[in-house]
Each structure stands twice: as structure tokens, then as C-alpha cells.
């Protein structure tokens, strides 16, 4: 796939200067045939300091009323660091809620070494990564309790919800597990799930080389270009075993996010009577058809 081909949409959304944006929308109820989730409701992407006025028009006419930013206070002061920070983006009519998965406890020396070296190891140690960020976002003294929020939100009494956007930096881990959590207690079988997850490649292809050149200077990375490359990539095989270790541990993921205490069961019961609704022709995402757009090595399963 070209580096200016059009990106599929749906489930992609142009919106200039901010990179990966797309509606998690589309996508069919394994257990309920005819079913599916709404559209127009959950935005993710990466960070949208680049996004352009027309951008910024163009997220305004979607009707977003929350931005749920992810990042934490150290990960700002780390990008000064690097001279990679611009000014938050905010826009009329929308609220940013600053929500970070990670603690300032989380940004040790040793706690970052760890999640790089995973992050470098294969899709077993993403794996192991994004329980962290589970296990992080849900830690008692997380005040933010980012996820929650993001899930109470969804499953208020309004409606359909007004539309949100989540993102983190890249829109791809952190982001990414939210999404997936969102999906699987939706009911979208995890294969749809991964897949879902995979097309980060495609949405950050563009941005590939840039960060990059970036983990490279990090000491974990620093002579490690083969594992600064596995890092920045969203193999499907990385959603897949962080799923499998899910229900291997818990059963399944409600019971996980029962067991966290990220939601209660009327919590669930609510996300689903609001994002489940019957499919329509146009509503539904060809994601099968998507998934012949990725790389075979992101499509794996294993």
C-alpha cells in the first residue's frame, strides 16, 4: 500500500494534521447476528497537536464532547526532552479530560526499561505490557481511572452518547486496549478485535520512520533498530495474546473488568443497550476486505 493511498473509509476518517483517526464503529456482534456497533459515537487516534484548522472544523462537524487524553505528566516532560512537544489542541465545544493510564510511579527507570524490552520481545510481551496498562488504569490510587471514565461515559444515559476521542500518542497501545475492552464487551469476536487493532499500521504507516528515529535515542532501543521497528508496529498477534491471557486468567474480559472493578454489571449492560444496534447496509465495515490492505507479518495471528 502506497504511502498516499487513500486510507479505508470507514472506518478511517480524514482529518488533516491528526494522523490514525478513525470510528471504532462497524463492526458486527459475534452472538447477535444482525447487530452491530454504532457508528459515530468512539473516535481514536494519536495525539492531535498537528491537527490543521480544517482539521479542527472537521472534528468539530463530527460532534465530539469529551477528548479523553491518556498521556501523563511525565510523558510530557519527557517529549521537552526530546524537543517533541507542541501546545495541547483543544477546540471549541469539546472538553479534554486529562485521564493518564500510567502514575508517576509507573515512570521509574526500571518500569520504563521493562516496557521497552517487552515491547521489543514479540506480541507475548506486548502482551504483558498491556496488562500493565490494564492493571495501571485500574490501580487504586489512579485517581484519573481513565478507562472507567471512558466506559461510564459510553454507558450514560444518554442515547446514543455524545462522541468521544481517545487517544495516547501514538493512538496504538494505550489507546488500544481501552478500544479492545470496548469491543469485547460489546461482543465482536476477538479475531474482529485484533483486526481492529491492526489497522494502526496503516493509519500511523506515514509517521513509521519518525518515531523511530525517535525510540532509537532511547537506551533500550539504542542499538536496537529491529526492536524499536517491533515496537512502533500493531501486529494483530499482540491483541490476540493480550484476549488470551485474558480469559486464560479471568474467563472472559467482562468477568476481568468485573474483577478490576473498572465497572459494574449495570455498567455493562448500559455500554451495550447504547452502542448495540441493528445493522444496517451502509453501517457495517468490510473489515475482511481491510485486512487484505496490511502486511502479512501485522495480519498474523501468532
Given at each position: 500500500m502506497g504511502a498516499t493511498t487513500p486510507l479505508p473509509s470507514p472506518p478511517f476518517i480524514e482529518i488533516p494534521g491528526?494522523?490514525?483517526?478513525?470510528?471504532?464503529?462497524?463492526?458486527?456482534?459475534?452472538?447477535?447476528?444482525?447487530?452491530?456497533?454504532?457508528?459515530?459515537?468512539?473516535?481514536?487516534?494519536?495525539?492531535?497537536?498537528?491537527?490543521?484548522?480544517?482539521?479542527?472544523?472537521?472534528?468539530?462537524?463530527?460532534?465530539?464532547?469529551?477528548?479523553?487524553?491518556?498521556?501523563?505528566?511525565?510523558?510530557?516532560?519527557?517529549?521537552?526532552?526530546?524537543?517533541?512537544?507542541?501546545?495541547?489542541?483543544?477546540?471549541?465545544?469539546?472538553?479534554?479530560?486529562?485521564a493518564p493510564v500510567f502514575r508517576h510511579e509507573d515512570y521509574s527507570p526500571e518500569a520504563v526499561a521493562l516496557r521497552f524490552k517487552n515491547y521489543g520481545s514479540g506480541p507475548e510481551g506486548f502482551a504483558q505490557v498491556y496488562m500493565s496498562m490494564l492493571t495501571a488504569a485500574t490501580a487504586p490510587l489512579n485517581e484519573s481511572?481513565?478507562?472507567?471514565?471512558?466506559?461510564?461515559?459510553?454507558?450514560?444515559?444518554?442515547?446514543?452518547?455524545?462522541?468521544?476521542?481517545?487517544?495516547?500518542?501514538a493512538g496504538k497501545d494505550r489507546t488500544g486496549v481501552i478500544c479492545a475492552l470496548i469491543l469485547s464487551l460489546c461482543g465482536v469476536d476477538d479475531d474482529i478485535v485484533a483486526h481492529e487493532y491492526s489497522l494502526t499500521d496503516l493509519g500511523l504507516k506515514e509517521r513509521h520512520q519518525e518515531i523511530i528515529a525517535h525510540l532509537v535515542q532511547e537506551p533500550a532501543f539504542k542499538d536496537d533498530p529491529d526492536g524499536a521497528r517491533r515496537m512502533v508496529l500493531a501486529k494483530k498477534a499482540n491483541m490476540v495474546q493480550m484476549l488470551a491471557w485474558i480469559k486464560k486468567t479471568y474467563g472472559s474480559v467482562e468477568k476481568c473488568v468485573l474483577d478490576l472493578g473498572l465497572v459494574t454489571p449495570e455498567t455493562v449492560e448500559n455500554l451495550r443497550r447504547n452502542l448495540i444496534i441493528d445493522v444496517q447496509s451502509a453501517e457495517e465495515v468490510d473489515w475482511r476486505e481491510h485486512a487484505c490492505l496490511l502486511p502479512e507479518e501485522t495480519t498474523r495471528a501468532s
Open positions: 491528526l494522523p490514525n483517526f478513525r470510528d471504532l464503529g462497524g463492526y458486527p456482534i459475534a452472538s447477535q447476528p444482525g447487530k452491530l456497533v454504532r457508528r459515530g459515537v468512539v473516535f481514536r487516534s494519536a495525539e492531535p497537536s498537528r491537527t490543521t484548522d480544517e482539521g479542527v472544523s472537521r472534528l468539530r462537524r463530527l460532534g465530539i464532547t469529551h477528548v479523553y487524553d491518556l498521556r501523563s505528566e511525565q510523558e510530557f516532560e519527557r517529549g521537552n526532552k526530546y524537543g517533541l512537544n507542541r501546545p495541547v489542541k483543544e477546540w471549541e465545544g469539546a472538553r479534554r479530560v486529562f481511572r481513565p478507562y472507567h471514565q471512558i466506559i461510564t461515559h459510553l454507558a450514560g444515559e444518554t442515547s446514543p452518547p455524545t462522541p468521544l476521542l481517545v487517544h495516547c500518542t
